[in-house]
């Protein structure tokens, strides 16, 4: 019952904001043009690269798609779903989270859904169509289509996550910047669209085990394309639920360090 | 020195200031252009090996991505929330009330704060001069260039950037608007993957916008894929970008402002 | 048994030690020192079902502070809380269903949200029926005129507007114990009238209420019992009667004479009294032991003796009270 008045609570707060853009789309448009717009310089310098070499440690052009797509759906998930993790920091040093500690629903939740990032929607159709184009291309069969399904929902569930717990560490050095969640998602884009054949052991050991970003979509998109074994798949649910435990786990904390803001 | 000028100087310096003493911004700042400088470094450092792509070996990708890191820690560095915030907020309000331009003071401003990651790009380029040895400037005249050309970086990265946060009178928040630009500049800077690799129709799109000049720019002139005369050419086009930028600024501010009553609510 | 029980309340913060500007950063990086600040030290608190109870204090004393950690958003460093039997922290959610609380420095409502958006996903949160819900509405706006900018944007509203929805958003489950942390601030003198009644109202219906105000008038209005801290510790508990009828004891009358008032003489003439001179040359306040004389003594000599032009009573203000318990010039 906790779980279920929970996730209604979350639920109605998102859905009244997806409402609230639909009555005022400027954001929507400009904020959806930038997510798109960013997919497509992706795609752009997928192209652009590949017109150049034939691949990078194997891996081929369709291949490089898959990664990038499905690293967007990842980020444009997180960004329709949980983008007022971002607001954690500035919560804090404002005392926004006061008035979410006095009511009945988990604050992480409520911070959650405090906002919708609205680039999301660019990113989540860009993403599908670099997905689906490189899937296509690179002759992944139908067989897998479960399998991707699985590993979508597992990609936004670790992204969120991720840099939801990065964000609440804002909890104690207080910063309106969720810096930490920032440098993540950026070394993430730059590093996580290139296969992990390419780094040094070190960088791979920390993207599968110590930040598991590997498993958003490098592991999966490997194991479709035969880079990787089927083995590493039971890794990304486990991801998941690792990095789902550990950001409630830091928010926690964080708001048993909570001081409020004046007195 | 005449008063404006000297209003110009101590904006300059509060800004430079307040962003040097949020430590762990010079930290965040080392990190990010390192690490991504490091991540580009891997890849081309993969694709090249011993041979060359489109003129560029593995010596010269070095300066370039160096070159790049650079003009990255100074643009995506700077200040930009800081007015955009202004604007959000109806702080503009009060701003208009003070008794300076307001497009001059936040240039000072976002000025100030690009300086404040002179430490970082210091910092940041002496472990990759350490790291892997780039080659040095073709001659010393392109040298001298180069650095010309990082020097008007600084008026440029303002005209962009404060043109793009003028939007924010028509949205609600700026991290979209944030985001387009910085992805804009990324890709037509050569910052993701150097011009010179893309068909001659997307070089001749790039050549048409600002965004070049933040890492092909200094780049060409410093490897010496342009002569002296071509590096001045270069100059010149960005010097005149500076110019058209501020006064399309100008222009777009005085249309802007009569939002003003809309975000004060 | 109390609704709300505090015990030697007290919490410390630990602030950064360091001096301003860039060296200061740089220092407070290498060494890293920080600074203890109690800002509630040892407080004892008891609050009955169906109080009403006015917290107030200087600026900086300590109130919200303690609003925070009766309402469990901080843990104390010692000492304990009970509302209701529960430790408001660590039993968070089930207590957040009996209180309500606004901090008028802040709101509650989704900044992007229209005000009704906003008031739903809480009758959601707390689990409010519709039947409920439409009655509590309904008689908000009875007393609040919510109707009036509920498809508002919150962003848009003024700060009257603001402030009525935030207490809609504080009552919508009907909480039996209100927390209201300076409710009417910034308020104009019309809000701040209806929102007193509204608040009268509410007392009146059995909620049990703690307010802090700077403003006296919302406690004389509201509240019959007033707590009055300072650096962090309790300096006056005590019903507000009772604050009157003990630190009130002097009252004062306004003569206006005829001429100018020539004070030195006439506070030889009445030794007893106590002589000021007022704000015209005419003028002269005379103060006097309410305990010694009564009104009609005091007034019957002076009239009789001077045969003023005009004369005035001054009421005696509870805010000269506290204006005092402040200065330290009163004490327990």
Known sequence: ?263 | MTHALAVDRALVVIAFKRRLAYKSGWIFGLALGGGSMLISLTMWQNLLGDGSLNGYDWASMRAYTIIGFIAATMVFGAADYQIADRILDGHIAVDMTKPVDFQRARAAEYIGSMISTAPTAALGVLGAWLLFDPPGPVTPTAGLLTALSFVLLFPLAFGITYLSVLVCFWTKRYLGIMWLREALLSFFSGLMIPLAFMPGWLQAAAWALPFPHFTTTPSAIYLGRVDTAGALGLIAAEAAWVVGLWYAGRLVFRFAVRKVTVHGG | MPILEARSLTKTFRRPDKASGFKGAVKHLMQRKFKNYTAVDGIDLSIDAGESVAYVGPNGAGKSTTVKLLTGILRPSEGTVRVMGRDPHTERIANAHDIGVLFGQRTQLWWDLPVEESLKLLKHMYGVSDADYQRRIAKFDELLDLNEFMPALARTLSLGQRMRADLACALIHDPKMVYLDEPTIGLDISVKDRLRAFLRELVNDGTTLLLTSHDLADIEEVCERIVVIDKGAIAYDGSIERLKAHYITTKAVNLYLEGTADVPALAEKFPDYEWTAGEAPSEVTVTYESGRFTTAEVLGSLTAQLSPRDLSLSEPSIEDVIRRLYAGELTK
């Open chain 1, 1 to 263: 019952m906790p779980i279920r008045h929970a996730s209604g609570v979350y639920w109605r707060a998102l859905a009244a904001h997806v409402r609230s853009v639909i009555e005022y789309p400027a954001d929507l448009w400009i904020m959806a043009t930038a997510g798109a717009v960013w997919n497509v310089l992706q795609f752009a310098f997928l192209a652009v690269l590949f017109a150049n070499v034939p691949h990078i440690e194997g891996w081929g052009f369709h291949e490089m798609l898959m990664l990038s797509g499905l690293l967007s759906i990842a980020g444009g998930a997180n960004a329709l779903c949980f983008d007022g993790a971002w607001n954690t920091g500035s919560m804090v040093i404002k005392g926004d989270i006061d008035y979410r500690i006095t009511r009945p629903a988990p604050v992480i939740l409520q911070v959650g859904s405090s906002h919708i990032g609205l680039q999301s929607f660019g990113e989540l159709a860009l993403g599908f169509a670099m997905l689906v184009y490189g899937w296509i291309g690179a002759g992944v069969g139908m067989a897998w289509i479960p399998v991707g399904a699985l590993a979508i929902v597992c990609a936004a569930l670790i992204q969120t996550a991720l840099v939801t717990a990065f964000c609440a560490v804002n909890f104690w050095i207080k910063s309106p910047m969720s810096i930490f969640a920032f440098l993540l998602i950026q070394l993430q884009g730059g590093a996580m669209k290139l296969p992990l054949g390419v780094f040094p052991a070190a960088v791979r050991v920390v993207a599968l085990f110590i930040v598991p970003v590997a498993f958003i979509n490098v592991v999966p998109v490997a194991v479709f394309t035969g880079h990787m074994t089927a083995w590493w798949l039971v890794g990304v649910p486990l991801a998941a639920v690792a990095a789902v435990a550990l950001a409630a786990g830091v928010y926690r904390l964080g708001l048993r360090a909570y001081d409020s803001a004046g007195h």
